[in-house]
């Protein structure tokens, strides 16, 4: 599920690389009284995504409950993918020769791309990634097509506002902090981008535009 605080009323639809690491452990530790770690149980990693998951918008919602104070965070898409480029295919090496599946190669994708061949196969890698699938996913797929179905949208510039607006709700007895997560990878940015590349990143996302650019 995505993340609900039944005690506060407060409804949390997280988005894959949009401060979506940070703002669940926030949530962790308003509903636990003390700060997530990683761990392992039976030689298993758990992650604070083991607890909190980013679902699609249509089963999240069914988790959802009337009343709750609504929020997400959005980001421009262009911004996004590169952050997705940085921290997934560079730090993480989800897009590595030892990674990359065979029916990846099979279709021409090669491992560890540049940015500019991860923005012009961006189909194939989603395609064929299920990491990449997921982190690149358009904000559509995590937030639905309804602006409205939300209390509060703020863009990840906005985002100590947002914080603001939830410690009114949850009261100064609960302090709330927003630790910075997934920052790793090199420090690229859209203007590392040619014009035609972020035409073709704004054309995969144009749903997001269209929904949702009023808030980036």
Not at 78 to 100: A, P
Not at 137 to 166: C, M
Request: proline share 6%; net charge positive; with cysteine.
């Amino acid at each position: 599920m995505s993340v609900f605080n039944y005690e506060h009323r407060v409804s949390y639809y997280p988005v894959p690389k949009i401060a979506c690491t940070s703002m669940k452990k926030l949530f962790f530790r308003l509903e636990n009284g003390f700060e997530f770690r990683n761990f392992r149980a039976n030689g298993k990693s758990k992650t604070i995504h083991s607890f909190y998951g980013s679902r699609p918008f249509e089963k999240s919602r069914q988790d959802d409950v009337e009343g709750h104070f609504r929020v997400a965070v959005v980001r421009d898409p262009v911004d996004r993918l590169v952050s997705c480029y940085r921290n997934r295919v560079v730090f993480h090496k989800d897009l590595s020769e030892q990674r990359l599946s065979p029916a990846a190669v099979a279709a021409g994708l090669v491992p560890d791309p540049s940015l500019s061949t991860f923005v012009r196969e961006l189909d194939g890698y989603v395609q064929h990634t299920g990491s990449i699938s997921h982190h690149a996913a358009p904000i559509v797929t995590y937030l639905g097509h309804d602006p409205k179905w939300f209390s509060a949208i703020r863009n990840l510039q906005e985002i100590e506002q947002l914080i603001t607006e939830l410690q009114a709700i949850v009261g100064n007895e609960h302090p709330l902090s927003l630790p910075r997560e997934q920052t790793g990878g090199p420090k690229l940015s859209r203007q590392d981008l040619t014009p035609s590349e972020i035409t073709k990143i704004e054309q995969f996302y144009a749903k997001d535009y269209d929904i949702y650019g009023r808030f980036f």
